[in-house]
């Protein structure tokens, strides 16, 4: 504008001194041609007016008198350097209203007219000027009196410039939205215009305010037909986003300016962020939603979600977009592991580097109590030994804090008991003096507001000096003199390898003298001495002693080596007939402290000298009916393990007796004996009888002249009915007796016969025999009746189970 304003300055002066002359030259002529009087002129500055082509223009012109007195005489319009005037106004009637108006006949006549107004408001109209119409134009004024005045107008057609061009900063050219620019960063953008008179003026402008005026011109030489304005924003705002910008270029104030608009692209980074929970507060295991709002964006930001620095999927996220704000769903499952992780909600602009906001939310994640018990610092689980203490610490992982801690021991609740040793203190459990009973599994529980959480058990044991398993602390051992027995110690301890044994012998003298290791066999934790007694003095206690890497045994393995003794002899014994044999069944006494077995002898006399004697192929009879216990010679002997014997084929007509005896490496027992066993017929004859067992007492009423010899009955009462099976046994068996009276050989004294007492089949009189395990005698019904010979009606045992 400076440029352009000197520019007017020069050229308006340039006019001014060619019109003074040319004035100077017209005057000197008319002075030379008139040779008048000296004519007074007065010239006013050079004034500038511009118009644009096609309008009317006003040149101004005062023709206000100096003085009230003085008045116009002459008013001539000049133009450039013509000497004719193409416009004329004469008052030399002395009145203005009257006065002539004259225009030169061209078209720049025709369309002038000079209007008088006030006189100093006069002035030159000019119709629809045109470019050829520019020029100098000279205002003549000439008083009565007053001197000439000279009013110079410089009438200067506007030039419109071209319409803006705008460039951005790599020098493209705009021709749309301009841009994108980054909001933060600079914007830059020129725009341009080619001609215009006088020189345009090139403006920057937003919501119709001026951003920037100044006009950037760059000329080197001749000046530049361009005029250029620079605009240039340091930092982008949010408030051009979605606006406009012009460039407006006007060669006059009065001009109508050319406007260039610029929509802007503006890329903006997100302005909020938000993470918002559904849920007040987190709980393990239970699905969550949660929402992240962002609004600012331009274009619409996209949406990342991050647990703990790791993206998640999106088939767990939901996104919906409007304009400059997008919003985004997350369904979470959350556990205990993402207690206090961040849940990061990510906006970036796809288009925009670096154009990211976020915001972290700690997850405050509530679950049950984990636990984990583990030894407390300085205490080593494989070296506790019995008598230490140890202290058990409970790790507790909860949100909230666990309110309660329990302590248990296999499964059985601790409480706090300083005189027992155990002290619990808020996580912690310490046992006092161990020992091995605080051997097990440790556990603990913890509960807080969520639930109740138990963790696996600590496995506390211990090591231990050897001690005797348990059941063989002392044990007494029968031995005979130089019988080896063997001594098995067996003891635990904690370590098992490198356990030592060691004997002592502690004689009935009462010396404790060691025995050699030598003579044991160590194999891990049991020892084995053979022990060899050989006099009365080494029968006596030894003791086992063992030792490992904690310590030595305290109470040692007590074996008292005691002489052994013969076995008791059998009792309770009983005869019971099968079908084809008789069956021996005794209880066996004490063994004397040596295994035992058994032993029956069959020993008899004949029932009267002379009898004729049947051999059976396996009992003998006896030669002599003569003679005491012992020196009889046995027909029958046999071994059993048990005291159960089985015989057969036992000849009838003799008398029986039976020895049972116990018999172990000490001796054999005294007897137990069954004496005046006699058999009616052959075992396993086809004797005809029917019917049940009788009483005695009643057998005896039916039989009265009965010898004074044992009798032996055996009798089976079976059913509910007892009395009416009683009753009908009784009748059968006199029957029996009668018939057998009658039918059976004639002897010398019949009724002696009758009354000889006998052993009558358990199977014709017991039809109901019960049988559960190993001891017949126990596992059947029956009636054992023995009768002595001294006292013949005495019934020595009866055993009757009436019973279903």
């Not at 044990?475 to 370590?495: G, H, W």
């Not at 009915?721 to 050989?745: E, F, K, N, W, Y």
Request: glycine share 8%.
């Amino acid at each position: 504008m400076r440029r352009t304003s000197g520019h007017v300055f020069l050229t308006s002066l340039l006019i001014l001194l060619r019109a003074r002359r040319a004035n100077a030259a017209t005057e000197d002529s008319s002075e030379f041609q008139n040779k008048g009087p000296t004519i007074y002129t007065l010239t006013a500055p050079l004034r500038l007016v511009w118009a644009n082509e096609g309008e009317d223009v006003e040149l101004p012109c005062d023709i206000t008198p100096p003085t009230p007195t003085d008045s116009v005489n002459m008013v001539l319009w000049f133009k450039d350097s013509v000497g004719i005037p193409l416009y004329s106004l004469d008052a030399r009637s002395g009145d203005l209203s009257t006065a002539i108006h004259w225009a030169i006949s061209d078209d720049l006549g025709r369309r002038t007219y000079f209007q008088i107004g006030d006189g100093h408001r006069a002035k030159l109209k000019v119709t629809k000027v045109t470019f050829k119409d520019q020029g100098i134009f000279r205002c003549r004024v000439d008083f009565i009196d007053s001197p000439t005045r000279n009013f110079r107008v410089n009438l200067t057609l506007v030039e419109e410039p071209t319409k803006p061009v705008i460039h951005d900063a790599q020098g493209r050219e705009v021709t749309g939205v301009g841009g994108p620019f980054l909001e933060g960063y600079n914007l830059a953008l020129t725009c341009q215009v080619s001609g215009g008179r006088p020189r345009p003026s090139v403006t920057w402008w937003k919501d119709g305010e001026i951003l920037d005026s100044v006009v950037d011109t760059v000329s080197i030489g001749s000046p530049s037909k361009f005029t250029v304005n620079h605009l240039f924003i340091d930092k982008v705002t949010r408030s051009l986003w979605g606006t406009k910008l012009e460039c407006r270029a006007q060669s006059t104030p009065m001009a109508t300016p050319i406007v260039r608009e610029v929509p802007l692209d503006i890329y903006l980074k997100p302005a909020i962020v938000k993470i918002v929970m559904n849920e007040d507060q987190i709980y393990a295991g239970r699905p969550i939603a949660a929402r992240c709002e962002t609004w600012g964006s331009s274009p619409a930001a996209r949406i990342v979600w991050s647990l703990n620095g790791q993206t998640i999927g999106e088939p767990n996220v939901s996104t919906t977009q409007r304009s400059n704000s997008t919003v985004s769903k997350l369904a979470l499952a959350l556990g205990k592991d993402d207690d206090g992780k961040e849940l990061i909600c990510r906006a970036e602009n796809p288009r925009f580097p670096g154009g990211v906001l976020e915001q972290t939310k700690v997850l405050n994640v509530a679950y049950a109590p984990t636990v984990d018990v583990h030894l407390a610092t300085g205490y080593v689980l494989d070296m506790i030994r019995e008598g230490d203490d140890v202290k058990l610490i409970c790790d507790v992982h909860s949100n909230p804090p666990p309110t309660r801690i329990i302590w248990y021991h296999d499964d059985d609740r601790l409480e706090h008991d300083v005189a027992g040793g155990t002290l619990i203190a808020s996580n912690t459990l310490t046992l006092r003096v161990l020992t091995l009973a605080h051997a097990g599994e440790y556990s603990c529980a913890a509960i807080n507001s969520v639930g109740e959480g138990r963790g696996m058990p600590l496995f506390v044991h211990m090591k231990y000096a050897p001690r005797c398993r348990a059941g063989h602390e002392r044990r007494e051992i029968t031995a005979a003199r130089r019988e080896t027995v063997s001594l098995r110690c067996e003891v635990d301890a904690v370590p098992e390898d490198a356990v030592r044994f060691f004997w002592t012998y502690n004689g009935t003298r009462g010396d404790v003298l060691p025995v050699q290791n030598s003579r044991a066999q160590n194999n891990g934790l049991v020892s084995v001495l053979d022990y060899t007694p050989t006099v009365d003095t080494d029968f006596g206690t030894l003791a086992c002693w063992a030792s490992n890497s904690v310590g030595r045994q305290r109470a040692p393995c007590i074996f008292n080596v005691v002489p052994g003794k013969p076995p008791q002899p059998p009792f309770d014994c009983s005869l019971q007939n099968e079908t084809s044999s008789l069956e021996v069944n005794c209880i066996p006494g004490a063994d004397g402290g040596s295994p035992q077995y058994f032993l029956l002898e069959v020993r008899g006399i004949p029932r009267q000298p002379g009898a004729i004697q049947v051999n059976s192929p396996t009992l003998h009879a006896p030669q002599s009916d003569q003679g005491t216990v012992g020196e009889v010679p046995a027909v029958y002997q046999e071994k059993n393990v048990r005291p159960n014997f089985q015989l057969h084929d036992l000849d009838p007509g003799f008398d029986y007796t039976l020895y049972v005896y116990a018999v172990n490496g000490q001796g054999k027992s005294e007897p137990a004996l069954l004496e005046h066993v006699r058999v009616l017929e052959p075992i396993g004859g086809k004797l005809e009888r029917t019917g049940t067992g009788v009483f005695l007492e009643d057998l005896k009423k039916a039989l009265p002249k009965a010898s004074s010899e044992n009798l032996i009955i055996v009798i089976a009462l079976t059913g509910t009915g007892a009395v009416a099976l009683i009753l009908i046994g009784i009748g059968v068996i006199i029957g029996l007796a009668v018939c057998r009276r009658r039918t059976s050989s004639p002897v010398k004294d019949g009724p002696d016969d009758f009354t000889i007492p006998s052993y009558v089949s358990a199977q014709r009189i017991e039809p109901r025999i019960r049988y559960s395990g190993d001891s017949r005698r126990a596992q059947r019904t029956s009636l054992y009746v023995e009768e002595n010979r001294n006292e013949p009606d005495l019934l020595q045992r009866v055993e009757i189970d009436l019973h279903d």
